[in-house]
């Protein structure tokens, strides 16, 4: 295994991303400035945000403050973000993505995603819905379109590289046929439950690296999909913090179930992106570099995968995406 430390980072051709990012999904505007400045002094040097969000404002506002202060310099950090799926169509790209560095007030990203392959009904709302409750779908997104406008960010020094979210093989192998600039990077649920093996080889293979979200499976999704109105019933009742397995382990290594899971996962040679506001969470979330899980334990946890049925963002919270032609399965 090779040698894993705070500076490790995962890489395809320029792109160097760090291995443990904090993620910000459900983070509050109130919450994102402490959680910042806890998670750059605990040695955090990659934020993942999106447009969808709705707290790029509030990063962009806390990060100025510390690059005017001198807490951190820019080119210290590593910053994503995401065109939403209300602008999955080339015409939105540039506009979407001038958006969120004017939130971030920042020149440039290091990394831009698309989202979903899933596009949305373009408007303000960015969960546009029917009155039956099912998302406003737009069945022309042209995915090739819109990498070649993604490519068109590079190119305006918008982003420093392009990558892709939740997409599945076909759809990337797809987009590898016809790209200049082929992605860097893609970002899908990944945890201990679900952990994508064939997607990985496959992403291995063409120099694409893996960023997992919900690395922890995601403990407080079930409450976010009911406040977003979308259907909790549907999400499975799993809990990687709980399992028995991974309780022994981090029992064994005197470390906890959440450092556990993310270690695993760095241990396959993915970066990872847990979301925390809980200051406590947010530093024991980084400290995952003091201990090393055996080729046993290795084995374990990799047993523990339940492949599809270990997904929990299912269609419930964006009911009705899966009328959409590219919905990615
Ligand atoms: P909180 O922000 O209160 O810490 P994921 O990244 O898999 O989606 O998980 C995020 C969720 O897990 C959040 O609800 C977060 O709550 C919680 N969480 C983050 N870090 C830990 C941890 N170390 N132990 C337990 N729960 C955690």
Known sequence: MTELNPESYVQSNE???????????????????????????????HIDTAFVYMNEPAIGKALKKFFDCGKIKREELFIVTKLPNIANDAKYVEEYLKRSLSSLQLDYVDLYLIHHPVGLVNGDDLLPRHE???????????????WKAMEAQVNASRTKSIGLSNFNIKQIEKILKSARIPPANIQVEL?????????????????????????????????????LGGDSSRIPKLSPLLDPVVLRIAEAHEKTPAQVLLRHLLQLGLAVIPKSANPDRIRQNFQVFDFQLTENDMSELNALDKGKDGKMFTIGLLNGIELHPEYPG
């Open 132 to 146: 039956n409750g099912k998302v406003k779908i737009d069945v022309n997104t042209d995915h090739v379109a819109i």
């Open 191 to 227: 945890h201990v439950y679900c952990q994508q093996k064939e997607l990985r080889d496959f992403c291995n293979k063409n120099n694409i690296t893996v960023c997992a979200y919900a690395p922890l499976g995601s403990p407080n999704l079930t409450q976010f999909t009911e406040v």
């Open 15 to 45: 792109m160097k991303m760090p291995v443990v990012g904090l993620g910000t999904w459900q983070a509050t505007e109130e919450q994102i400035e402490t959680a910042l400045n806890i998670a750059i002094d605990a040695g955090y040097r």
